[in-house]
C-alpha cells in the first residue's frame, strides 16, 4: 500500500477536525442575514475585467516552505493587496498544514471591496456554510479530493449559499470533472501536491483545452511578468499568486510591479 501524501494527510485532518467540532449553530441564516447588509462581490466578473487580473492570496504557511512571513497579518496584506490592483483575494483558512484561520475571512472582507474567496480542503457543505457566514463570495474546490459527482454537488450547494465557485485541477488530471462541475471559473494548478513540483509548461499547454466560456485561472509558481504574458498567451485570464507576493519584503510593490510588466491580454 502506497504511502500516504501530504495531500492524503491534510484531507485525514479536515475530517477529523469536522468529526471532532460541532458545527455552530445558525450558520446558513448568519450568510443569509450577511447577504441581505452586503451583496456577494462577484469574482468571475472581477476575473473577467481587461487583465491581468490577479487573485492576490493571504497565506501563511505552506508544508513544503513553512512559515512564509514572521509578520503574517492577512487583513493589512490584502489592504496592500487591494492598493496595488488586485482583482480579488485569497485566503487560506486550512489550520494543521498552512497555518490559517477562518476568521481572518471577515477581517479581511472589512478592508477591502473586493471578492474574498476561501482557499481550503472542502470536502463537506458545512465548509461552504461556515465561508458564507464569515463573508467570503467564492470557494476554492479541488478535483482531486472529491469524485465526479460530490465536485458537481458541492459547486451546485455553494451556488444556493451565493457562493461561486473556482474548481481547480492539478496538471496530472483529466479537466473533465472540473468542467462538468458546472463552474463558471476553472483553475489550472501548477503545483501537484503530492511531489510539490511546479509545472508551468504544462499548465501553458493545458490552457488551449480549456473552454471558452469559463474564466480560466493560472495557479502556483507564477514569479513574473514574463510567467503572465505567456499565460495570457494560452488562454488564461487570471492568475492566483500567493507565495511570491507574501514573502517579499513589500509585497505591495511587489504585486505593483507584476502588474505593470503586463499589458492588457
Avoid at 42 to 58: F, K, M, T, V
Avoid at 222 to 230: Q, Y
Avoid at 234 to 252: K, S, T
Wanted: some cysteine; hydrophobic content about 45%.
Amino acid at each position: 500500500m502506497p504511502e500516504p501524501t501530504v495531500l492524503d494527510r491534510i484531507v485525514d485532518a479536515v475530517r477529523a477536525r469536522l468529526d471532532a467540532v460541532p458545527e455552530a449553530g445558525g450558520l446558513a441564516e448568519r450568510a443569509a442575514r450577511l447577504r441581505e447588509a452586503s451583496p456577494v462581490r462577484s469574482l468571475r466578473e472581477a476575473l473577467s475585467a481587461d487583465g491581468p487580473s490577479i487573485i492576490a492570496e493571504c497565506k501563511k504557511a505552506s508544508p513544503s516552505a513553512g512559515l512564509l512571513r514572521a509578520d503574517f497579518e492577512p487583513a493589512r496584506l490584502a489592504a496592500h493587496y487591494q492598493a496595488a490592483g488586485a482583482s480579488a483575494i485569497s485566503v487560506v483558512t486550512e489550520p494543521d498544514f498552512f497555518q490559517g484561520r477562518l476568521e481572518w475571512l471577515s477581517s479581511v472582507r472589512e478592508v477591502v471591496d473586493l471578492p474574498v474567496m476561501r482557499k481550503d480542503f472542502i470536502i463537506d457543505e458545512r465548509q461552504l456554510r461556515e465561508a458564507a457566514a464569515l463573508g467570503a463570495d467564492a470557494v476554492l474546490l479541488i478535483q482531486r479530493i472529491l469524485s465526479t459527482d460530490r465536485l458537481a454537488e458541492l459547486v451546485g450547494a455553494a451556488r444556493e449559499l451565493g457562493l461561486e465557485s473556482l474548481v481547480e485541477f492539478f496538471v496530472d488530471e483529466d479537466p473533465g470533472p472540473t468542467v462538468a462541475s458546472g463552474t463558471e471559473i476553472v483553475g489550472v494548478n501548477a503545483r501537484d501536491l503530492a511531489t510539490f513540483v511546479t509545472r508551468l509548461d504544462v499548465v501553458e499547454e493545458l490552457g488551449s483545452s480549456l473552454p471558452e466560456d469559463r474564466v480560466r485561472v493560472a495557479e502556483s509558481g507564477i514569479k513574473g511578468p514574463d510567467d503572465i504574458r505567456r499565460l495570457q498567451g494560452a488562454g488564461y485570464d487570471a492568475f492566483l499568486i500567493g507565495e511570491h507576493l507574501v514573502r517579499a519584503d513589500d509585497p505591495e510593490r511587489t504585486l505593483n510591479r507584476l502588474r505593470g510588466g503586463v499589458g492588457k491580454g
